[in-house]
């Protein structure tokens, strides 16, 4: 079985550039977040969608962060316009959602933004 | 709300030497509580979790975790670590099976030969 895949693994941006960073979740798995990592912040939790439906936006995120499912195998998190401090780790991880409720992750985009 | 605390940001241990790792947590409701480990440049992965039952729990390469009501805590352990377990160690909690889970900051494990 595939695990979570994230692409780019790497991105550097410009400041103001616009960044779109992609997730397939486990084939079959309902629910999809986004987090973000960093030293200082750790996990943030930025979205969460069950059945392709927003059920979390990470309130303080939403500002410059639009993530969407656009179908249930592949979901898109955009940053515009990045700033520096966006700098981090973005981790992707899905879940069966049908009362099993361990996480799986992606290896994550490792973005930076000058 | 919930809420999970590690203590600890970083442990440093010898190789062979037995190893716990606090987490304290905060929960209305009897929680759901997880460990998950992230080697470097990996994501997250599941080492054990507590639903009910046992407080006791095993998990993979000889971690195991006990759960504490009294104490709102659930402590990762191991009896021997090897170099390989250098790690960061997170601690979480759910308030049930569908709730999103909350992470406590993390704990960097280093493993001295």
């Known amino acids: 079985d595939a695990g979570v895949t994230q692409t780019p693994r790497h991105e550097v941006a410009e400041k103001g550039q616009t960044i779109i960073l992609k997730c397939e979740p486990v084939?079959?798995?309902?629910?999809l977040f986004w987090y973000r990592q960093t030293k200082i912040q750790g996990l943030e939790l930025l979205s969460y969608?069950?059945?392709?439906?927003?059920?979390?936006d990470g309130g303080a995120f939403k500002d410059r962060f639009k993530a969407e499912m656009l179908n249930s195998s592949f979901s898109t998190l955009k940053i515009q316009p990045t700033e520096p401090k966006d700098s981090a780790v973005y981790l992707c991880?899905?879940?069966?959602?049908?009362?099993?409720?361990?996480?799986?992750f992606g290896a994550g985009t490792r973005l930076s933004v000058l | 709300a919930q809420s999970v605390t590690q203590p600890d940001a970083r442990v440093t241990v010898s190789e062979g030497a037995s190893l716990q790792l606090r987490c304290k947590y905060s929960?209305?409701?009897?929680?759901?509580l997880f460990w998950y480990v992230q080697y470097p440049r990996q994501g997250l992965q599941l080492l054990l979790k507590?639903?009910?039952?046992?407080?006791v729990v095993q998990g993979v390469n000889g971690f195991e975790a006990e759960f504490s009501k009294s104490n709102s805590s659930f402590h990762l352990r191991k009896a021997s670590v090897h170099w390989s377990d250098s790690a960061v160690y997170f601690c979480?909690?759910?308030?049930?099976?569908?709730?999103?889970?909350?992470f406590g900051g993390g704990t960097r494990l280093t493993v001295r030969p």
């Open positions: 929960s209305s409701v009897t929680p759901y």
């Open positions: 969608f069950r059945s392709k439906s927003l059920m979390e």
């Open positions: 507590y639903y009910s039952g046992d407080p």
């Open positions: 991880a899905s879940r069966p959602g049908t009362g099993e409720n361990t996480l799986y």
């Open positions: 979480a909690v759910s308030s049930n099976a569908g709730a999103k889970l909350t």
């Open positions: 084939s079959g798995h309902n629910d």
